[in-house]
């Protein structure tokens, strides 16, 4: 469907020179990468991970941003910012900033906006809780966050974002969503997609998927014909897991 992306994100770990070191070990080992590979890092490490990659195709990215240009926003870190240290995407509306950081469907949507106005990829985060997965509720959710996340983003603009479907009960828990799970969940994110804006733009869109994804359970989700990648937490911070999911991704 979409091109494959493999991103990490690194959350809160690593600091500068532990990322430049985890980057120094990564990259022999996913030299010839037959997918895009996106790292995302916290603010202060952009930079020195920049240096770290010279020369090679890894990307960068950061894990937030503000959706305005500048100002008197205290604590908050600007598009510009961020371009000029090296990030070229951006992760927004994660479900560990909704939940402890007030992050609303209208300010992934500003935020969305605002990104694809200066220039970064946006990666929008949706996903369902495990009571509304319980409930059947789970696709009904994710298209309405999905249409939320998307309002005013016209369909020449759409086919520079990214979306990732992240269960919220498969984040960090080692629970994995089903390959079947998730290829269904986005198939149904596509379909929205082509409501919004016709089928042949819905396919071309990158939909990871992300939740407790591994060096083992890699080959099966990306095997399955509607995932085009992975968002990684955990496994990212390890060269060797992260080599063998981009491997994955790569077949
Ligand atoms: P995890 O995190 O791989 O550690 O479950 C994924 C994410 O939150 O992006």
């Known amino acids: 469907m979409g091109r494959a992306i493999i991103a990490g994100n690194w959350k809160m770990n690593l600091t500068p020179s532990q990322g430049v070191a985890l980057v120094k070990e990564l990259l022999p080992k996913i030299e010839g990468a037959g997918c895009e590979v996106v790292l995302c890092v916290p603010f202060v490490d952009i930079a020195p991970v920049a240096g770290a990659l010279t020369g090679s195709k890894v990307r960068l990215g950061a894990q937030n941003l503000h959706f305005k240009a500048s100002g008197a926003y205290t604590g908050e870190v600007s598009a510009a910012m961020l371009k000029e240290a090296g990030a070229e ?12 950081f007030a992050e609303s469907d209208e300010t992934v949507n500003l935020k969305a906006l605002f990104a694809l106005e200066n220039g970064l990829i946006p990666i929008v985060c949706v996903g369902e809780s495990l009571a509304q997965r319980e409930s059947g509720e789970t696709n009904a959710f994710v298209a309405g966050q999905v249409r939320a996340a998307l309002q005013g983003i016209g369909a020449q603009a759409a086919k520079g974002i990214v979306l990732a479907y992240e269960p919220i009960w498969a984040i960090g828990t080692g629970r994995v969503a089903t390959n079947e799970q998730a290829n269904e969940t986005i198939g149904a994110i596509r379909k929205t997609l082509g409501e919004l804006y016709g089928p042949e733009t819905a396919k071309g869109i990158t939909i990871q998927y992300g939740g407790s994804m591994n060096a083992q359970n890699a080959d099966g989700l990306m095997a399955m014909p509607e995932i085009d990648g992975g968002l990684i937490g955990g496994a990212s ?15």
Do not use: T
Request: glycine share 4%; aromatic share 12%.
């Open 237 to 251: 911070l390890k060269a060797e897991d992260f080599a063998a999911i981009v491997r994955a991704a790569s077949r």
């Open 89 to 100: 995407y951006v992760i927004i509306g994660h479900s560990e900033r909704r939940q402890y």
